[in-house]
């Protein structure tokens, strides 16, 4: 009888490590070392790709082309101010965004943007 109820708290035991385990693997926020990390992977990279190469999944299977944000071309002509407002309001086929971030958290997703995905000037 005790050996039958040490193999049943044994299971329960195991099956909630298990459990605490499965559940730390499926949230998303805890693969990423920051909370902008973990917006620009949950609103941006599914279009713009994990590289801001406009090569994410959804991008690609829905057709649209989403902006390359590595590349000179997108960055030139473009103030940080009218970036924000595309993040903030949308633009084309990207969806407006102040729904789910709030102004600081665009300000802090586009300056982690900037930061990892815009090219560096050349100094010729």
Not at 12 to 39: H, K, Q
Not at 41 to 67: S, V
Request: glycine fraction near 8%.
């Amino acid at each position: 009888m005790i050996r039958h109820l040490l193999i049943i708290v044994g299971i329960f035991a195991a099956s909630m490590s298990w459990l605490i385990w499965l559940c730390r693997a499926v949230d998303p926020s805890t693969r990423y070392g920051s909370e902008v990390e973990y917006n620009y992977a949950r609103y941006c990279a599914g279009c713009h790709g994990a590289n801001g190469q406009g090569n994410g999944r959804i991008g690609r299977f829905k057709k649209l082309e989403p902006a390359n944000l590595t590349t000179t071309e997108f960055w030139e002509g473009r103030t940080d101010e009218q970036l924000i407002h595309s993040i903030d309001a949308g633009k084309d086929n990207m969806p407006a965004f102040f729904y789910y971030l709030t102004d600081e958290e665009q300000r802090e997703l586009f300056k982690f943007i900037k930061e990892n995905f815009r090219p560096t000037p050349r100094r010729d």
